[in-house]
């Protein structure tokens, strides 16, 4: 019992620890109307599931994923930062905060695109959970049942932020602008890894 208490611990010090910086883009994605709850909420379970997916791969036999082309993952919130900010210097957030017209794919394309996001940005997700899974095979579902939940409580904080009676104005009113710019920051600093391929 008190192995599995200390793995728990474990499971929660890990993920809150990888995925602290989430909670900014969380709270960024809920704040912009074109985004709707349940897209960003899809993501981010596509994303982190995709990460332990991969780790448990690695893990299993023995790889290990090179930081370098890891960066390369920034040229997905780059683009999507410079989309964003291309819109806005054309205007075209005033249209898009208004109610747009649902179109066939596009529910799809928001989750894919936080799922994207969420994938770049866990170069440090993949560092810590290779080796974790390495060294307790046995221990990798009771790993993956914490990560789901804390997944889920991760959302409703990112929400709750965003919804705050005290905050939460200020973040949806700046938080749809400040978007693209947190994209663009977060793609530059994760392509900066990839900086070793070209020193290599």
């Keep these: 019992?008190?192995?599995?208490?200390?793995?728990?611990?474990?499971?929660?010090v890990v993920f809150v620890s990888t995925n602290v910086d989430d909670l900014?883009?969380?709270?960024?994605?809920?704040?912009?109307?074109?985004?709707?709850?349940?897209?960003?909420?899809?993501?981010?379970?596509?994303?982190?599931?995709a990460l332990v997916a991969v780790s448990a791969a690695c893990a299993l036999f023995a790889l290990v994923v090179p930081e370098g082309f890891i960066g390369l993952l920034g040229l997905l919130p780059l683009g999507?930062?410079?989309?964003?900010?291309w819109a806005l210097w054309r205007g075209q957030e005033d249209a898009a905060a208004s109610?747009?017209?649902p179109r066939p794919g596009m529910g799809r394309s928001k989750v894919l695109a936080v799922a994207g996001v969420t994938v770049a940005n866990g170069g440090d997700n993949l560092g810590v959970y290779i080796p974790l899974f390495s060294s307790a095979p046995k221990l990798v579902p009771l790993y993956v049942?914490?990560?789901?939940v804390m997944t889920g409580v991760f959302c409703a904080v990112g929400h709750q932020l965003?919804?705050?009676?005290?905050?939460?104005?200020?973040?949806?009113?700046?938080?749809r602008v400040a978007l693209p710019f947190v994209l663009v920051a977060l793609g530059l600093?994760?392509?900066?890894r990839s900086l070793v391929l070209v020193r290599g």
């Design 145 to 148: 049942g914490v990560f789901v």
């Design 162 to 175: 965003v919804h705050n009676a005290l905050l939460g104005h200020r973040i949806r009113r700046w938080g």
């Design 99 to 101: 109610e747009p017209e």
């Design 189 to 192: 600093l994760i392509l900066s």
């Design 24 to 49: 900014l883009l969380l709270a960024a994605f809920f704040s912009d109307p074109s985004y709707e709850p349940r897209h960003v909420v899809a993501g981010q379970f596509l994303g982190i599931a």
């Design 1 to 12: 019992m008190g192995d599995v208490l200390s793995a728990l611990g474990v499971a929660v």
């Design 80 to 85: 999507l930062g410079l989309r964003g900010l």
